[in-house]
């Protein structure tokens, strides 16, 4: 469906967005663990048995983020999405934001299992995902702030109303 078409978000993707948030905000509070029982590990030392099971918890939130991203991604394209409000270059940054955020919500996973499975030099690229992450979810929060007390508009109300 073309995105003009639809003027809001299902409840099935409203969902996902605010659950994926939730696993996002997760990742990147207890996201240290993985590197303290990778380095314990690496010294012959036992990990403590809660950085472990945060450790554990890292991975399997990862992969499902991975998973319910694509599951968000096929939704958008069978269901659409309406375009962000606004005009011009407001609506080229939303845009631009959108883009980058299911950008990284692939990347930081793909370069999570890499390192695991394949090099674990590639943790420095993953750990590059905590700061993108920050400085997206504070412009992004803002600019619905933004949207919501400033400008009025329906932006905030359509990720929290299914239409
Ligand atoms: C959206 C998903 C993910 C986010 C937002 C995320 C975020 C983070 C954060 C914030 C750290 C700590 C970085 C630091 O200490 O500065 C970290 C470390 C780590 N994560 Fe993830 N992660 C995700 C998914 C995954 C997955 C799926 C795996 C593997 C299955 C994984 C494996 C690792 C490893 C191995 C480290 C330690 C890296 C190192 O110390 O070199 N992550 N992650
Ligand atoms: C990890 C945190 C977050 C991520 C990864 C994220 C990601 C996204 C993405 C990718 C979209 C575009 C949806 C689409 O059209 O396909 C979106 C839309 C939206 N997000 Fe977030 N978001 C996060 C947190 C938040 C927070 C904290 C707020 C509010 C304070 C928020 C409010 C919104 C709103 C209002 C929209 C709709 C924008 C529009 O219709 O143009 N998000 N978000």
């Not at 319910?68 to 080229?92: D, E, T, Y």
């Not at 090099?119 to 412009?139: D, M, Q, Y």
Request: net charge positive; charged share 15%.
């Amino acid at each position: 469906m073309a995105q003009s078409m639809r003027q809001g978000y299902s409840g099935l993707q409203i969902l996902l967005h605010w659950v994926i948030a939730l696993l996002v905000l997760f990742q990147l509070v207890f996201g240290e663990s993985m590197g303290a029982v990778g380095r314990a590990i690496e010294r012959g030392e036992t990990p403590d048995p809660t950085e472990q099971s945060l450790a554990s918890a890292h991975y399997w939130v990862g992969i499902a983020i991975l998973v319910l991203v694509m599951l968000r991604l096929i939704l958008r394209a069978v269901q659409g999405a309406p375009a962000p409000i606004g005009n011009g270059a407001q609506l080229l940054i939303a845009k631009l934001i959108h883009g980058v955020f299911y950008l990284l919500l692939i990347a930081a996973p793909v370069t999570g299992l890499l390192a695991i499975y394949v090099n674990e030099e590639i943790g420095e690229v993953h750990e590059v995902a905590k700061p993108l992450f920050i400085a997206f979810i504070v412009i992004h929060a803002l600019g619905a702030f933004l949207h919501h007390f400033k400008l009025k508009d329906a932006t905030l109300r359509r990720m929290l109303v299914p239409k």
